[in-house]
C-alpha cells in the first residue's frame, strides 16, 4: 500500500505568495496527497487533526521555519497523531534554515516529485534522518516550543536588524544572511557593535547539572542542525550531549579575526577558550532579559524564571 501524503501549504511564505497559484493544479492532481491550506477559519492544529483522522503517513510542510516550527511543536507536545509521521519540509519561506540541512533540496516542484516517487518505490527509508529536537520550556503561562535553532543576545538583535534593513532593499535568503554578517562585522571593525546596537548582556546560566554561572555574553545559541545560515558550523567539542550550546563572551576577543575559525573551523578550533565556548548538553537553563527567537519566531521569557532547554526527543525527516 502507497504511504499517505498530507501536505499543508501556507500561503503567505514567502515564495508561495506569488507561487502556489501555479502549484495547486499539479498537488491536486497526485492521488497520494490531501492538500490543505492555512487559512484564519483553518489552524494549523485542525488541519492535522484532519490530517490524523485520514492516516497519513508523510506530512509535508510547503512553508518557512516559522510553520515547520509551529508543526514540531504540535507532533511533538500535543499528541495529535498517536505517533508522528514522518516530516518533509519544502523550503518556501525566506530563510529556509531548517529544510536547508534536513528538508527537499529545492523549492521547485521537481523536489516533491522526488519524494513521491520514492514513496510509492518504498524508498523512504534511503532518505530518513532522524534529528533530536528542541524543548524549550520559557515560561509558566505559555506552551512549550520545539523547533531546530534557539539563539539570544546578539542573534536576536542581528535578525531584528535583517527584518528591519536588509529585506527592506529587497535581499532575502542566503543574500540578506551574507549582507547582515558582512555589515556586522565590518561594523564592529570600524565602529564597534554598541553603534549598530547590539551590546553586551548579563546571563545566568547552568548547563546539565552544573553550577550556576553568571556571565556578560554577547550572543549564544542552541541547536541539532548540523548546518546553520550559510551552511556555517558555529559549535565544536559537542561530544556531551544532543544539544549545541555556543556562547560567545562580550567583549568578544578578536571577534572579526575569529570569525571564520567560529562559523566554518574544524577540531580543535584553537579560539581563546575565556570568550568562546561550545559544547555538547542534554539541558541548558538560561536566565534572559529580552526575547530569544526559535526558528526565526520571537518569544518574550520571564526574568523570574529560566529558559530550560533540552533535545531529547527526536523527529524523522526525508530528504530528497
Known amino acids: 500500500m502507497k504511504p499517505r501524503i498530507g501536505l499543508i ?4 511564505s514567502e515564495r508561495n505568495r506569488k507561487g502556489l497559484e501555479r502549484l495547486r493544479a499539479r498537488i491536486d492532481a497526485q492521488p497520494e496527497i490531501i492538500h490543505r491550506e492555512l487559512a484564519p477559519d483553518r489552524p494549523l492544529d485542525d488541519i492535522l487533526r484532519e490530517l490524523a483522522g485520514a492516516g497519513i503517513d508523510i506530512l509535508v510542510c510547503n512553508s518557512g521555519d516559522g510553520m515547520v516550527q509551529a508543526a514540531m511543536t504540535s507532533l511533538l507536545e500535543k499528541s495529535i497523531f498517536e505517533r508522528p509521521p514522518l516530516l518533509a519540509i519544502w523550503p518556501r519561506g525566506m530563510a529556509n534554515m531548517t529544510a536547508a540541512d534536513c528538508g527537499l533540496r529545492s523549492r521547485g516542484w521537481s523536489s516533491l516529485e522526488r519524494l513521491i516517487a520514492a514513496a510509492n518505490a518504498d524508498r523512504l527509508d534511503e532518505i530518513r534522518l532522524r534529528r533530536h529536537v528542541l524543548r524549550v520550556d520559557y515560561r509558566d503561562d505559555r506552551p512549550v516550543q ?12 542581528a535578525i531584528r536588524i535583517c527584518k528591519g534593513s536588509v529585506h527592506k532593499h529587497g535581499f532575502k535568503g542566503e543574500w540578506s544572511h551574507a549582507i547582515t554578517l558582512a555589515g556586522l ?3 564592529s571593525l570600524f565602529r564597534g557593535l554598541e553603534a549598530l546596537g547590539i551590546d553586551g548582556h548579563d546571563v545566568r546560566l547552568r548547563v546539565d547539572q552544573g553550577e550556576l554561572l553568571d556571565e556578560r555574553l554577547l550572543l549564544l545559541l542552541c541547536t541539532t542542525l ?9 559549535f565544536w567539542q559537542t561530544e556531551g550531549g544532543p544539544l549545541r550550546f555556543t556562547r560567545i563572551a562580550h567583549p568578544p576577543l578578536g571577534l572579526v579575526r575569529n570569525a571564520w575559525k567560529v562559523l566554518y573551523g574544524g577540531e580543535p578550533r584553537r579560539l581563546p577558550e575565556t570568550h ?22 520571537f518569544f518574550e521569557p520571564l526574568r523570574t524564571r529560566p529558559v530550560r532547554v533540552t533535545a531529547f526527543e527526536t523527529l524523522d525527516l526525508l530528504r530528497v
Open 9 to 12: 501549504s501556507n500561503p503567505k
Open 146 to 157: 520545539c523547533g531546530m535553532f534557539m539563539g539570544a543576545l546578539g542573534i536576536y538583535d
Open 185 to 187: 562585522l565590518a561594523g
Open 226 to 234: 548540523d548546518h546553520l545560515v550559510l551552511r556555517s558550523r558555529p
Open 276 to 297: 568562546y565556548r561550545s559544547l555538547g548538553a542534554g539541558r541548558v537553563e538560561l536566565w534572559l532579559d529580552e526575547p530569544f527567537t526559535i526558528d526565526g519566531e
